[in-house]
T-cell receptor, first 114, second 109 residues
Framework: NAGVTQTPKFRILKIGQSMTLQCTQDMNHNYMYWYRQDPGMGLKLIYYSVGAGITDKGEVPNGYNVSRSTTEDFPLRLELAAPSQTSVYFC?????????????FGDGTRLSIL | DAKTTQPNSMESNEEEPVHLPCNHSTISGTDYIHWYRQLPSQGPEYVIHGLTSNVNNRMASLAIAEDRKSSTLILHRATLRDAAVYYC??????????FGTGTSLTVIP
C-alpha cells in the first residue's frame, strides 16, 4: 500500500500564479485533511473533508480551495499565490471505524512563493 | 478551540526514560488527547492517544491526569531514532486536530 501520496514534493511559484497540490490515498479512509506548517511552527488545519462531496474550513482557509469528488482524492487549490503561503503542506487521512482513529500523513509538499 | 502547551525542547540520555509533559487546561470532556511525532523532513507520525485512562502501546505510554488538564508521554528507553518533535494534540467533536509548536527532543548518545 502506498498510503497517502502527495505531489509534487517541491514547487516554486511566482506571486499571483495558481496551482493545485494533489493528495491521493489508497486506504479507503473517509476523513481527509490539509495542513500547512510554517518554519519552526506546528501544523495548522486549512480544510478537511468527512467524505466525498463534503468539505469544511479549518483554522486558516483563506486563499485556498478544496474539492472532494472521490474518496481517494483531496486536491488543494491556490488561486493567487502570495508570499505568505510559502510553507510545507501536509495531507492526512483518518478512518472513521472502530473508535478513535489516528491520522496518517503524507510526506508533504514544500512550496515557495517568490 | 482547545489548545495545548508544551516545553520547547528537552534532552535525554540514550536508553533512559523520557517524560514529555503537556498542559491542556481548557480541554472539554469529549476531547481526545493525541500524541504525534515528526522527524526532520517527514510528515507527523501517530504515537498514542487516550481519553481518560492511561494507555500503553509498543511505542510509548500515555499518563493522563485525573482532572485531564495535563498529560505525559513516556518513552521508556530513548533511542537515537526517537529524536523528533513531539506534538500533544486535542481532537474535538468536529474532528479537527489542534497542533501546538511541540517539544523538540534531543537524545544524547
Amino acid at each position: 500500500n502506498a498510503g497517502v501520496t502527495q505531489t509534487p514534493k517541491f514547487r516554486i511559484l511566482k506571486i499571483g500564479q495558481s496551482m493545485t497540490l494533489q493528495c491521493t490515498q489508497d486506504m479507503n479512509h473517509n476523513y481527509m485533511y490539509w495542513y500547512r506548517q510554517d518554519p519552526g511552527m506546528g501544523l495548522k488545519l486549512i480544510y478537511y473533508s468527512v467524505g466525498a462531496g463534503i468539505t469544511d474550513k479549518g483554522e486558516v482557509p483563506n486563499g485556498y480551495n478544496v474539492s472532494r469528488s472521490t474518496t481517494e482524492d483531496f486536491p488543494l487549490r491556490l488561486e493567487l499565490a502570495a508570499p505568505s503561503q510559502t510553507s510545507v503542506y501536509f495531507c492526512a487521512t483518518r478512518d472513521t471505524g472502530r473508535g478513535n482513529q489516528p491520522q496518517h500523513f503524507g510526506d508533504g509538499t514544500r512550496l515557495s512563493i517568490l | 478551540d482547545a489548545k495545548t502547551t508544551q516545553p520547547n525542547s528537552m534532552e535525554s540520555n540514550e536508553e533512559e526514560p523520557v517524560h514529555l509533559p503537556c498542559n491542556h487546561s481548557t480541554i472539554s470532556g469529549t476531547d481526545y488527547i493525541h500524541w504525534y511525532r515528526q522527524l526532520p523532513s517527514q510528515g507527523p507520525e501517530y504515537v498514542i492517544h487516550g481519553l481518560t485512562s492511561n494507555v500503553n502501546n509498543r511505542m510509548a505510554s500515555l499518563a493522563i491526569a485525573e482532572d485531564r488538564k495535563s498529560s505525559t508521554l513516556i518513552l521508556h528507553r530513548a533511542t537515537l531514532r526517537d529524536a523528533a518533535v513531539y506534538y500533544c494534540i486535542l481532537r474535538d467533536t468536529t474532528n479537527q486536530f489542534y497542533f501546538g509548536t511541540g517539544t523538540s527532543l534531543t537524545v544524547i548518545p
